[in-house]
């Protein structure tokens, strides 16, 4: 394959952080250009400039919900989200050669890390202090320069090979169960075909602010049986109180009923951005209710068709 056809991804590097090992489950990665980037915005950014085809960014963990920074990113509507992907996180303890538990009292790590970790960091290190890293990978690639500020980075296990360091302790989460939920981002493309299991991400923004707002944006999913899987406010940036609502739901915008739901929102918000629909990285299929099937739909519409030509 030449340069030339290559696909390029961003991702919030460097090298060996989670974000990576997520983009790795990408089909056809082996192929690609991986372009590590010091930051969630740097990496979209090279998707909107065209430096790069696709970012793979953290958007939800399972302890702490989104991750505002991608959200907030991801709102002005300008990329979509083509693909996710869930990871089970495990985080490592890592040093110098020569530097032991009872050593480390100046610890660095991203912020994810710094929240799944911290009562392990309590008990066991109860004196350290945590200063945030960019990444858990720049955290360990911190400690591992001569002379560091940083005596051990809470980091993938991956990590302690890449940057020289010893694993002082590992799965050091509080919750072993931990799962990050990553996205690909691109430049708009139509969405990838129907599953039967899938999702679809927006952000709504109220009209004008008004009793029952909130609840307006609800019905429209409630009424057709669309379930969500994630909804958070978000400000806007526009003043204090004005704030979007950043929505996962399920099912794909080809569904009658999420398309609907789609078409119902826009006559009642402000302005409604797609964000995309895409595969659910569990492959759970949805359950439709009665009467919110594509056929039931299409059976509706039909029924008022007839109607209008005087056929009862
Ligand atoms: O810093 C990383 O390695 C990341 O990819 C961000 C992150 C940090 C902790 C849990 C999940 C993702």
Redesign the pocket.
Known sequence: MTDAVRVRYAY?GPSG????AALRTVPDVEHAELLPCASVPAALEAVRSGEADGAVV?IE?SVEGGVPVTLDELADGRLVITREILLR?SFALMARPGTHLEDCKRITT?P??AA?TRHWVADHLPRAEVMLAS????AAAAVAEPGSEFDAAI??RIAAEQYHLNVLADQIEDNRDAV?RFVLATRPVPPPPLTGADKTSLVAFIRDDHPGALLEILDEFAVRGVNLTRIESRPTGDGIGRYCFSIDCEGHVEEARVGEALMGLRRVCGEVRFLGSYPRADGARISTRPGTSDVDFRDAASWLASLKEGRT
């Open positions: 919030l952080t989670f974000t990576e953290p963990n996180v991203h994810h890390a799944q990444s858990t990978a720049a980091a993938p990050t």
